[in-house]
């Protein structure tokens, strides 16, 4: 899509006419509106989703609300579609139901798809990533060809035929802190100083169980039917957060500025919209006061919406009541689970092979259709002929159970990439078809490579977060409600199917360490046995036996042929 | 002058310059050898009859070769998953560019329309994927066993033919001997069994390491060579060069080789000059063209792209994986900066000897080829133990140089130390982690000293034996090197 540069472009031009006079122009050309979801958690931790969306349609050329940082970026890199995330801690899909977000997997993942092809496409998205390093004040820099997969399957659903490829960028150790969230949260227009986000208190966000920050930019039909001239570009940030009241002294009654550690503001003053939503799982007792003026059922759960916009509601607190006492961590079945998780698990020991083991469970009565990606770096030498793929019928709810015979599943498309040493990561994509119920495992082995000193991170004994893998598949909205993201117009692909992802927990690879502090040693030990060879073979070509005449006193006498 | 030399001079009479050798007169060579060894062994007059001797001898070798073949087939058949477990990825075996796990994934990713040499892991020749095509789609994995198991077997049965040639060459025929020392000891069976049954081959064989099929390609080379027909042993070495780079080298001593073939005894010195750098200068068009023309034929197929995966790679060494040689540890520990620098110095040391080396011995190219062969054993960027077992294999041929070589001891033990603790070290430093990678290293060094010693103590070996041929007053007298 070729849209977005030349629209950013047009924005840039009247950028700086927009900034001197700052006017009160945020017509219908240009939205924001902030969201606040609440959803207690089976398990007694709460989640909270904070989304910022941003939309504007092209006719209007200015930077007034959108951030204009990201917005030359994506002018300058010819970005048509840009997701950004950095998350730590696990989504427990097994107690917590579907993540809140499309990218939950432990790191930092950036995708994008660049205009043009070649070297100069990776020339952009080197210079992306490098710009949104310092953006962000991560370490994104880091990402370059040797860490990026080109993934033709796994997220196809919002590419149209003529999109340029997908690159996925992913730096699993990379740890998300404070100063990330301040360039982050220097994009929205109110900043924290009044609405949702002033209730990003750091302190509190990163004491946590799981925390997802993200962004993406993506330049599309606001509304399915509109006509393509009026494409709209949409920019959303998000946070999420799984917090525990309990080791925050919060009892089965507390408010949310108990909860976030800061006053509830008032909504920001440029926002269209600013609610705060509670959802409240059908397991779950619970009361909210004051009732807000707007309750409803979504995905088959109470809402209770706040619109921070109301000067009543923006005063107040809001507080919720759990009727029964905190749930223990064996309530968490009750909780309506995903149709499909995935758990990759490293298997052999040993620093010289090893092997990835990859379970996909099918919970759902029906076969699901489902893509698995995955992309190992070039250090772990994928031997894909070792691919084999058994399924198995599942004997209980149990994960990890398996029961009957297994039987061998044959994908239905598969596509491999394998890596090139310091130049690309490996990435396999598998399309399968599982049987209802079912616990699919796919295992493949590796060898683990042999680098040079230098490429060995510090603290190298540790090992290498391995990124994880990737599941997509197409959620039934008849049947499973499917995943908040996907209730949203930003998650729905063009076909209205909505794709949920479901990543895998990294996995750790060992590799065997030279020893860090020889490089003297070796240089000069490996010198001397080549130096010997040189010598010994030297004198062997050049010197002669003779025999020594011992008669003519003592005086050597050469006899040659 | 003993009986012995007397015989040999009679001998060369018969067969000063046998162009061509029938199976026939191989078969008279071999039968000749072993009446030679009876002679010498009885010191008696009375030899046992040729053909009783003749019979035994090639009945002998059929054995050697058939028990080797059927061992290695009942053990890859029958015992494959001791061989999975304990051989197949011993890094003492597969190297990257010898790996059979590597070569299934190459011919895994041919047969997905996928070209094997867009990646990291396959380094192997075209000519392998060619050969393996077949019996990977089709055929029962007992066929490709077998292939390993034959290409053993059938190197060892060229290095039998080289044995019993050598017999008949000038270079040995016309030499007298060093008094008291009778022509061969060694038989072509003998020289079969001890390659075959050596344990570092039957290792590499289990292993399904892909060397053997450059190892069968050199002894063909060699085998030609010797026999004159050059035509032959320089496609032999092009394909031996395709499958692992430096067998290269072998072509200085084999065009050696058809310099001397090329000679007519007779010939005046300036006409010998010109005819034996004519031979020089055809051997080298020969072996290029053959060269170029595999090239050619593997640049359309797979494109250029397989040369930088697989000989290109052999030189820059990118794939840093532990084997029995020097390179791996020190370019894991080298500074960026100096890296081009040291491997242009530690591949010339390899490749810059095979000239000096063939030119030293060219009187007798076979033992420059022998020692060139020990140099790559040692020094090359991925070798293994069937590197060294080729070399080893060699050595029997030159059984009369065993006893001028003063360091067997040191070499034996060397060598055995390197072998043995290569795998101690490896599980300490790889499966329990109580080691480092220090441990293994200091194997390979040691491993890597055995062999240069050996080098060096066969070579002087020659040479002092030469000195005593010339001389032999050398004997009681004090000799020196200068």
């Known amino acids: ?561 | 002058m003993s009986a012995d030399t007397v015989e040999t001079v009679d001998h060369d009479g018969d067969k000063r310059n046998p162009k061509k050798l029938s199976k026939q007169e191989l078969a008279n060579a071999l039968a000749e050898t072993l009446s030679r060894r009876s002679s010498s062994k009885h010191d008696t007059p009375d030899e046992p009859p040729a053909s009783v001797a003749r019979i035994s001898e090639g009945s002998r070798l059929l054995r050697i070769l058939l028990l080797g073949f059927a061992l290695r087939l009942a053990v890859l058949t029958f015992a494959s998953d001791f061989v999975a477990r304990n051989l197949s990825m011993r890094v003492e075996l597969s190297t990257p560019v010898t790996s059979y796990k590597r070569l299934v994934e190459g011919l895994y990713l041919a047969s997905h329309g996928i070209s094997p040499f867009d990646g990291g892991l396959f380094h192997q020749s075209p000519i392998l994927l060619a050969l393996f095509k077949v019996p990977y789609a089709w055929l029962p994995q007992l066929f490709s066993d077998a292939m390993y198991a034959g290409t053993d077997v059938a190197t060892a049965m060229v290095l039998a033919l080289i044995a019993a040639k050598k017999a008949t060459l000038p270079a040995f025929a016309a030499r007298p001997l060093v008094p008291g020392e009778s022509r061969f000891r060694c038989l072509p069976s003998t020289v079969a069994l001890l390659y075959l049954f050596n344990p570092l081959t039957l290792a590499t064989c289990l292993a399904r390491s892909s060397i053997m099929f450059s190892h069968l390609a050199t002894v063909s080379a060699l085998y030609f060579g010797i026999g004159g027909h050059i035509g032959y042993a320089s496609v032999f070495a092009a394909v031996a060069t395709h499958l692992s780079l430096y067998p290269v080298m072998l072509i200085a001593p084999i065009s050696l080789m058809a310099a001397e073939r090329n000679t007519p005894s007779a010939a005046a010195g300036q006409n010998q000059t010109t005819s034996r750098a004519t031979g020089i200068a055809l051997t080298l068009a020969k072996f290029a063209a053959a060269f170029a023309s595999l090239h050619l034929l593997f640049a359309a197929v797979y494109g250029s792209e397989y040369f930088t995966a697989t000989l290109d790679f052999t030189l820059r060494v990118s794939d840093l994986q532990p084997n029995v040689g020097l390179f791996w540890y020190f370019f894991i520990e080298i500074f960026d900066e100096f890296r081009p620098f040291f491997i242009a110095v530690f591949q010339l040391t390899a490749l810059a000897f095979t000239v000096p080396i063939s030119w030293r011995f060219r009187k007798d190219p076979l033992f420059g080829s022998v020692m060139l062969i020990g140099v790559i054993s040692a020094l090359k960027s991925y070798p293994a133990w069937g590197d060294l077992s080729l070399f080893l294999g060699l050595i029997p041929l030159y059984e009369e140089l065993i006893k001028y070589m003063q360091y067997t001891f040191l070499s034996a033990n060397l060598i055995l130390f390197g072998v043995g603790l290569a795998p101690v070290f490896w599980y300490l430093w790889i499966e329990q982690g109580s080691g480092n990678a220090n441990f293994f290293y200091a194997a390979t060094l040691v491993y890597v000293f055995g062999q240069i010693s050996l080098l060096f103590d066969l070579g002087s070996a020659m040479l002092r034996r030469e000195l005593d041929i010339d001389y032999p007053e050398a004997r009681e007298r004090t000799v020196i090197q200068e």
């Open chain 1, 1 to 561: 899509m070729r849209v977005l540069p030349l629209l950013l472009c047009a924005a840039y031009a009247a950028a700086s006419a927009a900034d001197a006079a700052p006017g009160p122009g945020v017509g219908p050309h240009e939205s924001f509106a902030e969201d606040l979801l609440v959803k207690p958690l089976p398990d007694g931790r709460v989640l909270l989703h904070f989304e910022f969306a941003f939309r504007r349609n092209h006719t209007q050329h200015h930077y007034h609300l959108f951030p204009r940082q990201l917005g030359e970026i994506a002018l300058r890199y010819g970005v048509d579609e840009l997701h950004l995330a950095f998350t730590q801690g696990n989504w427990r899909e097994a107690r917590w139901g579907h993540p809140p977000s499309a990218s939950q997997g432990v790191g930092a993942d950036v995708r994008a798809r660049i205009a043009g092809t070649g070297e100069h496409a990776s020339r952009q998205w080197r210079g992306l990533t490098n710009a949104l390093s310092g953006v962000f004040c991560a370490s994104l820099n880091f990402i370059d060809e040797s860490n990026t997969a080109l993934p033709q399957m796994a997220f196809a659903e919002h590419a149209h035929s003529r999109a340029p490829a997908l690159r996925q960028g992913y730096l699993p150790r990379e740890n998300v802190c404070t100063e990330n969230l301040t360039p982050w949260i220097k994009q929205l227009p109110c900043q924290s100083r009044s609405g949702l986000a002033a209730l990003l208190n750091p302190y509190r966000l990163y004491n946590m169980h799981f925390h997802s920050m993200g962004m993406s930019l993506e330049a599309g039909a606001s509304h399915a039917g509109e006509r393509s001239e009026q494409a709209a570009l949409r920019y959303t940030q998000y946070l999420s957060v799984v917090l525990d009241p309990r080791t925050m002294g919060l009892g089965s009654r507390w408010s949310l500025s108990e909860l976030v550690g800061m006053p509830l503001a008032p909504a920001c003053p440029v926002a269209d919209k600013s609610t705060v939503r509670i959802l409240a799982p059908p397991e779950i007792d619970l009361g909210v006061e004051p009732l807000p003026a707007e309750q409803s059922k979504h995905l088959g759960m109470d809402m209770y919406t706040f619109d921070l916009k109301l000067p009543d509601t923006a005063a107040s607190d809001i507080e919720l009541v759990f009727a029964a006492p905190q749930h223990s961590e064996s309530a968490a079945g009750a909780t309506q689970l995903p149709a499909v998780a995935v758990h990759r698990h490293v298997t052999g020991h040993g620093g010289s092979s090893g092997g990835v083991e990859a379970t996909i469970v099918n919970r759902d009565s029906r076969d699901i259709n489902i893509t698995y990606f995955d992309s190992l770096p070039w250090y772990l030498r994928v031997y894909s002929h070792t691919l084999e793929i058994h399924t198995y019928a599942a004997g209980s709810d149990d994960d990890t159970v398996r029961s009957g015979q297994a039987t061998r599943l044959h994908p239905t498309k598969m596509v491999y990439v394998p890596a090139i040493d310091r130049g690309r990561p490996s990435a396999m994509e598998v399309a399968l078809t599982l049987p209802r119920h079912s616990h699919t495992v796919l295992r493949y082995s590796f060898d683990k490579g042999f680098l040079k000193y230098t490429e060995h991170p510090p603290d190298a004994n540790r090992g290498f977060n391995i990124r994880p893998a990737i599941v997509s598949y197409a959620v039934d909205s008849t049947l499973d409600p499917g995943p908040l993201y996907c209730t949203s117009t930003s998650g729905r692909s063009s076909s209205g199917a909505c794709i949920a992802r479901v990543y895998s927990e990294l996995f750790l690879a060992n590799l065997a360490t030279p020893d860090f502090s020889m490089p003297y040693n070796v240089i000069t030990f490996t010198c001397t046995i080549l130096a010997l060879f040189f010598g010994r073979i030297f004198n062997l070509l050049t010197r002669d036996f003779a025999i020594l005449d011992v008669e003519a006193e003592g005086s050597k006498r050469t006899k040659t042929e």
